[in-house]
């Protein structure tokens, strides 16, 4: 059968890994470090033209695609998802790492139709992994298959979550309440990648249980939930219920004995939605 969009992730992956080419070169200059929500929400000129790069080379391919771009929407553009084919692009998911040269930086790229995710390319570009979904064909990294941890048992877990980038009071309360219920359990170790894609990537590798994060956004996550559900895992919101992958809120995890005990143990809260102006 025909898979009309192959060529559109093909494309996809030539383009994340020329994007992470320009990563690795970028990594040892000097890198003027810029600040957007917060003070410790980093951007630097690469990430612009990674997103840039990406964007262009699309465009001339796909000339009718829509684009969410993290760079993009931090410069004023909507991010507003429809039922367009859609490219949701992440240029540095790991700024922060990429700053400090911590060695786990990603190119993210989704891309979803009718709002339903197609394919999903993560490169992993210090590691050189190139993991890849595509919707009913399952998950990859450097084309061999992917799948997830089969425990059931939360005291042999290894859990992946983030501090993220927020430093509101209330929002660190919460994020350390969750940890000290989680580690308390106890489980065998709480890690974290710097890097949502990464993260999601590790639980479709089995190498983590579950990732948790409160405060991601769409263009964080929108590769990696696919490789996680295509490596036979599953997406939650943290209060339980289906995902949405506009609340900037998500759980993913190997089983849902898994994840129905860390639901448990979460301590919620929402950060404003990425679609908030649209949906007003
Ligand atoms: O801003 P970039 O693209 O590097 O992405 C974010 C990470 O992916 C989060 O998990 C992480 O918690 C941070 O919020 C980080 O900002
Ligand atoms: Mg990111
Ligand atoms: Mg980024």
């Given amino acids: 059968m025909v898979d009309i969009w192959q060529n559109a992730m093909d494309h996809a992956v030539t383009i994340a890994r020329r994007a ?10 000097d890198r003027k470090v810029m600040t957007k929500s917060s003070s410790v929400d980093l951007v630097t000129q690469t990430d612009q033209k990674v997103e840039q790069l990406i964007i262009q080379s699309v465009k001339e391919k796909f000339p009718t695609h829509r684009f969410i771009g993290e760079e993009s929407v931090a410069a004023g553009e909507v991010c507003e998802l429809t039922d367009s084919p859609t490219w949701i692009i992440d240029p540095i998911d790991g700024t922060t790492n990429f700053v400090h040269t911590f060695p786990f930086v990603a190119v993210s790229i989704g891309f979803s139709v009718n709002k339903q995710s197609e394919f999903g390319v993560v490169y992993s570009c210090l590691e050189d992994k190139m993991f890849t979904a595509r919707r009913g064909r399952g998950a990859f990294c450097n084309d061999q298959p992917l799948s997830v941890s089969d ?12 501090f993220g980038s927020s430093r509101d009071p209330e929002a660190v309360n919460n994020i350390f309440t969750s940890l000290r219920n989680i580690v308390s359990l106890p489980i065998h170790g709480v890690r974290g990648a710097g890097s949502a894609a990464i993260n999601l990537c590790l639980v479709a590798s089995g190498c983590v249980e579950a990732y948790y994060e409160i405060g991601i956004h769409v263009w964080d996550i929108a590769a990696g939930s696919l490789i996680v559900t295509e490596a036979g895992g599953i997406l939650l919101d943290v209060e339980g219920g289906p995902v949405d992958l506009m609340s900037r809120r998500i759980l993913a995890a190997n089983n849902t004995t898994i994840a129905d005990r860390l639901i448990r143990e979460i301590q919620s809260f929402s950060p404003p939605r990425d679609d908030e102006e649209v949906t007003q």
């Fill in 20 to 29: 992470g080419e320009v990563v690795r070169e970028a990594l040892h200059e």
């Fill in 151 to 162: 425990q059931e048992d939360i005291k042999q877990s290894v859990i992946a979550t983030e």
